[in-house]
């Protein structure tokens, strides 16, 4: 007998977290896991393979390249599916960057299991979702007519984002590139190419800059 379930496919590097989200959406009554991917090549070759998925909970942060790149993709795939990002970074920070690059939606790791599962059927209606706190976040800026802060900021790529995100958080390229899984080598690369996308002369500029940037909230 066919199923009426929404499939799901879950993409994010750890596999005890994958494992917990999939406990999660498994116990409801209208969804199920239909695939699991460590990364986002993984994840488009299983795609490629098979396109009855109805959504993507995909991670910011894996293990090759940045969710922000992956979604991307998928989209060029299948163009009409659904992508909700789940991640550990501060929705602030991300969530309207997601937006922007295509997803449907926003939630972060640390809500309640239940905030995920009604973000799941709120974007498998067609909506979006975003935290109620983003959501009049978004709605004041369009009110107001305020522009983004720092447009050089949406010159950098993806993974420049990101780092620039950790160094305003106060992490070394150490730290940065222990948690992204890149090496020093790639990080210092990236700061490299932030530091000239954004006309600063040199590292310490570069934190000053950062973390004033996380501190003003963005």
Do not use: C
């Not at 995100?165 to 020093?184: C, E, F, M, P, V």
Request: glycine share 6%.
């Amino acid at each position: 007998m066919p199923t009426s379930k929404a499939q799901v496919m879950l993409v994010d590097g750890h596999a005890m977290l994958r494992h917990g989200i999939a406990m999660l959406v498994n116990m409801e009554p209208d969804m199920e896991v239909f695939a699991e991917a460590g990364d986002g090549s993984e994840a488009l070759a299983i795609l490629k393979q098979n396109s009855a998925v109805d959504i993507v909970l995909l991670a910011v942060t894996l293990k090759t390249v940045s969710g922000f790149e992956v979604i991307k993709k998928i989209h060029t795939l299948i163009p009409t599916l659904p992508v909700l990002f789940v991640s550990m970074h501060d929705e602030m920070v991300y969530a309207e960057r997601a937006l922007r690059a295509g997803a449907r939606g926003y939630v972060m790791k640390q809500e309640p299991g239940e905030v995920l599962v009604m973000a799941i059927r709120e974007v498998l209606k067609g909506n979006v979702y975003l935290s109620k706190k983003m959501h009049a976040k978004l709605l004041n800026r369009i009110a107001t007519g305020n522009p983004e802060p720092e447009e050089l900021i949406n010159t950098l790529t993806p993974s420049e984002f990101e780092v620039l995100h950790l160094i305003g958080s106060g992490h070394s390229s150490q730290d940065i590139a222990k948690l992204l899984n890149r090496s020093i080598k790639t990080i210092e690369t990236h700061r490299f190419n932030i530091r000239t996308k954004l006309n600063l002369k040199d590292g310490a500029d570069l934190i000053r800059y950062a973390t004033r940037w996380i501190s003003e909230g963005h």
